[in-house]
């Protein structure tokens, strides 16, 4: 155990050195230098808060959890985010950057109206607080609390246990977010998000390397012939993620994360230029092309080890499989990476709905005329708060029937396709008025919610995706025909320079939907 807590101390604290020595000469009082890391951000940099932002231990033990019960249809998930980060690099991210954004909601005021801006503002914040944070510091909680077995060292209950790694995690996460803004996060998940990779490569590499007796290829082998059923990504209609999904809600749900989340496109808006962005967008896709490797196929292996006896808590099998394959000294390193993901999506959405407070909500409605260093101090006391309401949270999304991640992405589905709905209307559809995108944001939701959690009817929450979007597009077509859009805003309206893009960047885009579709194939036989 000391060998573990020391390792896991090493690389927390290299981790917090680095980002203050990248950082020591920065202005953190100004607008872009808080909000948009000083538009300096590189593709490299953005590529790596990117995915760490997405990959937390949401994915890790949620994700695992999930393939351990339900094997590689899940793969879903993550590989066709490739094909939405392709959309987002070449169409999503000039537009964006030549109107010269901080937020999203920013676009929906010149595009609708200010009312649109605050609806969506004040429902992202929601979502966060709601949803994702709670869920990551939860996450955490069991994988740290599993590691280090807290509760036994410090003799209390494990719910206690779990209670203090949540508040401990909280408070380092919003240390992070608070005193350092976006370029801290940025620099931190760039190194805890190849920390992520190795160490995930690590449990891979020691399982195999255990279950071949000491040939990888053996161990690999013996997994599949285990349970070759597990492999297969097209799966059943009844089954966790049906591959049906792929043509109804889930590329709307992946459009939506990679192209318009504030947590997410926020790194690309702190780009250098255009070029960088699109590096940032596009690396992004290559890297979750190999992600399954981390996040999915430890899931299974854990099947092979453990069999069906954790069904009931398939959460739990990340922590076991660790536990089980990696040598006592790298257990703290990988402890500490867990502790770096948890801390880069944590930080990450606190940056994004400081942010989107700040300026969408402060600076347009409380107080017009807050200068920069006000707007940094409320951005600050915004993440304290929110941090403290997600700390609250955190224990209540506990014992979801279906994993935490599939719990997650039901959840998101109350925001996001609504969202996703009037931004893409506003920037294909000029014909869709203000008073259109409000009623679609507002059927949508309720939509949603009836169907999924009130009714609960028995249609897989994915093509309910699909159907609230087509609903919405016919609300926001019939409204707008009644109440006609008058506002002719265009993004040149706002900056009429020329960006150069990336020279590789359609051609990278091209290998990346290609790649996703020899996935598809390869492992659909």
């Not at 290829?217 to 049906?244: H, Q």
């Not at 500490?336 to 909500?361: C, D, E, H, K, R």
């Not at 294909?428 to 919610?449: D, M, N, Q, R």
Request: with cysteine; proline share 3%.
């Amino acid at each position: 155990m000391t060998l573990t807590i020391i390792s896991f101390l090493a690389f927390t604290a290299f981790v917090a050195i680095f980002s203050w020595y990248q950082l020591r000469k920065d202005k953190l009082d100004t607008q872009d230098g808080y909000f948009l890391g000083g538009k300096s951000l590189t593709g490299l940099v953005i590529a790596g808060s990117m995915l760490l932002t997405n990959i937390s231990t949401e994915h890790l033990i949620g994700m695992n959890g999930s393939a351990y019960k339900n094997g590689f249809i899940i793969i879903a998930w993550e590989v066709t985010s490739a094909i939405a980060l392709v959309i987002g690099a070449l169409y999503f991210i000039p537009s964006f950057l030549r109107m010269g954004l901080t937020t999203i909601p920013q676009y929906l005021e010149y595009r609708f109206d200010r009312i649109t801006r605050t609806l969506v503002a004040l429902f992202l914040i929601v979502s966060f607080v709601v949803t994702l944070l709670p869920i990551v510091l939860y996450t955490g909680a069991i994988n740290l609390e599993s590691i280090f077995n807290v509760s036994e060292t410090l003799q209390i209950s494990q719910q206690e246990g779990l209670w203090l790694t949540v508040i401990v995690i909280g408070i380092i996460g919003s240390i992070y977010a608070i005193f350092g803004g976006l370029k801290a996060v940025a620099f931190s998940d760039t190194i805890n998000g190849i920390g992520l990779f190795l160490g995930g490569l690590l449990v891979l590499g020691f399982a195999l390397w255990d279950i071949g007796d000491g040939n990888m290829v053996a161990g690999l082998s013996k997994v599949y012939k285990a349970a070759p059923e597990k492999f297969n990504v097209i799966g059943a209609r009844d089954s966790v993620l049906p591959f049906e999904t792929l043509f109804t809600g889930l590329m709307i749900n992946q459009l939506y994360f990679w192209c318009m989340n504030q947590t997410i496109i926020q790194r690309a808006f702190g780009a250098k230029n255009l070029a960088e962005a699109q590096k940032g967008l596009l690396y992004t896709g290559v890297l979750k092309l190999f992600i399954p490797l981390i996040i999915i196929l430890p899931g299974v292996i854990g099947f092979y080890y453990f069999g069906d006896s954790l069904y009931d808590n398939q959460d739990l099998i990340y922590p076991e499989l660790i536990k089980k394959v990696l040598p006592v000294g790298l257990t703290g390193f990988f402890a500490a990476v867990v502790m770096g993901a948890v801390l880069s999506t944590f930080n990450s959405v606190l940056n994004s709905t400081a942010t989107i407070f700040s300026l969408g909500i402060y600076k347009r409605h409380l107080k017009l005329n807050a200068t920069d260093k006000e707007l940094v101090w409320v951005g600050k006391v915004t993440s304290i708060v929110l941090a403290i309401c997600a700390i609250l949270a955190a224990p209540m999304v506990a014992g979801a029937p279906d994993g935490l991640y599939q719990l997650l992405q039901q959840l998101n589905g109350i925001f996001f396709i609504p969202i996703a709905s009037i931004i893409i209307a506003g920037l294909f559809l000029p014909k869709i008025s203000a008073a259109g995108a409000k009623a679609g944001l507002f059927v949508g939701l309720g939509f949603y919610v009836l169907t999924v959690f009130i009714l609960q009817v028995d249609i897989h929450f994915v093509h309910i995706w699909g159907i609230e979007f087509l609903l919405n597009m016919a609300v926001m077509f019939s409204v707008s025909y009644f109440y006609p859009n008058t506002n002719k805003f265009k993004p040149s309206d706002i900056s009429p320079e020329e960006l150069h893009p990336w020279k590789y960047a359609k051609l990278l885009g091209l290998v990346l939907v290609v790649l996703t579709i020899l996935i598809y194939i390869w492992l659909g036989n």
